[in-house]
């Protein structure tokens, strides 16, 4: 499956953000699906995670709050709203999914498939 992330841009600190992933097949549905980010000079982080039934999600401790993921299997599309937005949320963005079941959700490595991210820039 391919995915495509999208939503990115410039917010200023205390702003929202929704970041979208379209996914090209509808084998999306079974797959789990998380978000990570990249700063510049820094490691791929773990944002949060939504398993392939939308019912259960987690969230890295920075996002627990302000972000919250979302799919809408019927469209193929998994979203991240960011709200409150802080300088330090300021990367690239990327989405990620696999049909793994279980999966280690902060493990990037065992994600199969990834978008080709979206920049994320709050400015303060």
């Known amino acids: 499956v391919q995915l495509q992330a999208s939503g990115g841009g410039l917010v200023q600190a205390g702003g929202s953000l929704r970041l979208s992933c379209a996914a090209s097949?509808?084998?999306?549905?079974?797959?789990?699906v998380g978000w990570f980010r990249q700063a510049p000079g820094k490691e791929r982080d773990f944002v949060a995670g939504?398993?392939?039934?939308?019912?259960?999600?987690h969230y890295a401790e920075f996002a627990q709050g302000r972000f919250t993921i979302s799919r809408d299997d019927e469209k193929n599309l998994a979203f991240l709203q960011m709200n409150d937005l802080k300088s330090e949320d300021t990367a690239v963005y990327y989405c990620?999914?696999?049909?793994?079941?279980?999966?280690?959700?902060?493990?990037?490595?065992?994600?199969?498939?990834w978008g080709q991210g979206t920049q994320v820039t709050v400015s303060s």
């Open positions: 990620a999914a696999d049909p793994s079941r279980p999966i280690r959700w902060s493990n990037w490595g065992e994600y199969a498939h």
């Open positions: 097949e509808r084998t999306f549905r079974t797959y789990t």
């Open positions: 939504i398993n392939w039934s939308g019912r259960v999600t």
